[in-house]
Nanobody, 126 residues
Framework: VQLVESGGGVVQAGGSLRFSCAASGRTNSAYAMDWFRQAPGKERTFVAAIRWAATGTLHADVVKGRFTIAKDNAKNTVYQQMNRPIPEGTAVYYC????????????????????WGQGTQVTVTT
C-alpha cells in the first residue's frame, strides 16, 4: 500500500486547514489509518485514528475538539481537519496504515503501523 499526503501548508493560529492522505495499491486488507506528527527535535506522536470498516474515531487529548479525522472509503482517502490550531501544532504530519486488527489502545502506538506516507509540513503562525 502506498500513501500520499497532500494539502499541508501555512495556517494562522485559530484558523483552519484540511489535508488528506490517499491510499493506493492493495488496500482491500487495510484495517486502520492514522495521523501522527513530528515537530522539530521531538518524537513522532499520535494525533488521530480511524478504522476503514467501523464507525468512530480516536483523537489525542491535545487535539480533541479541534481536529477531526474522516474517511472516504470510495476514494481510499483519509482527511485531517484542523480547526483552531495552535503554534505548537507546527510539525510534519504523517499518515500511516495497518492491515493488522489492533485494539483501540494499539491504534495510538506507532509500532502498530506498517506503511507510511512521506509527510506533509504544517506550519501554524501567530
Amino acid at each position: 500500500v502506498q500513501l500520499v499526503e497532500s494539502g499541508g501548508g501555512v495556517v494562522q493560529a485559530g484558523g483552519s486547514l484540511r489535508f488528506s492522505c490517499a491510499a493506493s495499491g492493495r488496500t482491500n486488507s487495510a484495517y486502520a489509518m492514522d495521523w501522527f506528527r513530528q515537530a522539530p527535535g521531538k518524537e513522532r506522536t499520535f494525533v488521530a485514528a480511524i478504522r476503514w470498516a467501523a464507525t468512530g474515531t480516536l483523537h489525542a487529548d491535545v487535539v480533541k475538539g479541534r481536529f477531526t479525522i474522516a474517511k472516504d472509503n470510495a476514494k481510499n482517502t483519509v482527511y485531517q481537519q484542523m480547526n483552531r490550531p495552535i503554534p505548537e501544532g507546527t510539525a510534519v504530519y504523517y499518515c500511516a496504515g495497518t492491515n493488522r486488527v489492533v485494539s483501540v489502545v494499539e491504534l495510538t502506538n506507532i509500532d502498530s503501523y506498517d506503511y507510511w506516507g512521506q509527510g506533509t509540513q504544517v506550519t501554524v503562525t501567530t
